[in-house]
């Protein structure tokens, strides 16, 4: 059923649906932002609907509401652990449809990865609704149309923004509220955006070889990036994390283990038992990522992991354009083409 609300009536529905759920959107982070003194879009409880920001892209995915930076998955005390409580109160997730396909890509990752689904992950990602952002003009850096991520449709309601009007389709009746009984009954469906100004080719995944590997292609940016991790922390599909036991007493039994973000780029994410490690030079790790999101995921699970949000070109402190990456890689792959 769709509807058309004002800004007002959307904010009354937003404050009925606070009654029963947690919101999260894109919100203004003062003073938190990359250089001092400046702002940052991270995606942030709200309160009302004027606190949610959508003229820009969020900086941060919202991986983060259901798969946190840090995680104690349970203490250990003595003979017993214990896991800990987390809060059940459901969540409401504003997005948009690259991030709700990147959140498939992560469900493929925690939840259909082997015989076993990550309970830890699974726990909090059932509690969470879907409220998908119509997304016509997308931003300057993204290529979701390439990646076949501009359309999704396993959102529980829809909005379509526009000035003082806020059309709502809603698919999950449980995001029916009271206010919507006595609001104007509309036909709405979302539409998607059909062209980015960032374009890539991905390379046929049969064509990629041993060559591939081994191509100049990789030397520059060993001697660009600087291995800062900000691509994998703001990427949706980035899911890596390691482990860490902490010490809770002087009596080592007695601590907890957490799960922490962890990410390809980063120093130590290859070390190995006997201080080896396989991809020293950060021309190795933009490889190992690459292949990851264009290659062999597609592979494992015939889609490819990169959504096209862009993200990474924007947070880059080395300007490195993932997008340019893909159109390098698909040069090497399908025309030979060797990068000195
Ligand atoms: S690799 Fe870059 S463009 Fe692709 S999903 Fe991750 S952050 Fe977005
Ligand atoms: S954000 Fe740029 S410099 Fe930092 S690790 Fe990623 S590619 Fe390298």
């Not at 250990?76 to 997730?93: G, Q």
């Not at 060559?211 to 060993?222: P, V």
Request: aromatic share 12%; charged share 30%.
């Amino acid at each position: 059923m769709g509807y058309k609300l004002s800004n007002t009536g959307f904010n009354e529905y937003i404050q009925q649906l606070k009654e029963r759920y947690r919101l999260f959107a894109p919100v203004l982070e003062s003073k938190k932002g990359k250089f001092a003194q400046t702002d940052v879009i991270a995606y942030g409880e709200i309160e009302k609907f004027d606190d949610m920001i959508l003229e820009s892209k969020s900086y941060y995915s919202p991986k983060e509401i259901f798969f946190p930076i840090r995680e104690t998955l349970f203490y250990f005390m003595k003979d017993t652990i214990e896991t800990p409580k987390i809060n059940e109160k459901p969540v409401i997730i504003f997005i948009r449809p690259c991030d709700l396909n990147g959140i498939r890509r992560l469900d493929s990752i925690f939840l259909k990865n082997g015989e076993e689904v990550d309970f830890y992950y699974l726990r909090r990602r059932e509690l969470v609704k879907f409220i998908m952002i119509e997304c016509l003009e997308g931003f300057d850096t993204c290529f979701c149309v390439s990646m076949n991520s501009n359309i999704a449709l396993d959102y529980d309601a829809v909005i379509r923004v526009e000035e003082n009007v806020v059309s709502l389709k809603v698919v999950d009746d449980k995001l029916e509220a009271p206010v919507l009984s006595n609001t104007d009954k509309v036909e709405f469906e979302p539409e998607f955006i059909k062209e980015n100004k960032v374009k890539v080719t991905i390379p046929n995944v049969d064509l990629v070889s041993k060559e591939t590997f081994n191509n100049d292609i990789w030397k520059e940016y060993t001697s660009r990036c600087i291995a800062c991790g900000r691509c994998n922390t703001s990427c949706i599909t980035c899911s890596c994390y390691t482990m860490q036991d902490v010490k809770l007493s002087d009596d080592k039994s007695i601590g907890e283990r957490r799960r922490v973000w962890a990410g390809c780029h980063v120093d130590g994410f290859s070390d190995m038992a006997g201080g080896h490690n396989f991809r020293d030079k950060n021309g190795e790790r933009m490889r190992y990522k690459t292949m990851h999101k264009v290659n062999d995921f597609y592979k494992r699970f015939d889609e490819h992991m990169c959504v096209g949000c862009g993200r990474c070109d924007d947070v880059c402190p080395e300007y490195i354009s993932f997008s340019k990456c893909i159109n390098k890689l698909n040069e090497i792959v399908e025309e030979g083409k060797n990068y000195d």
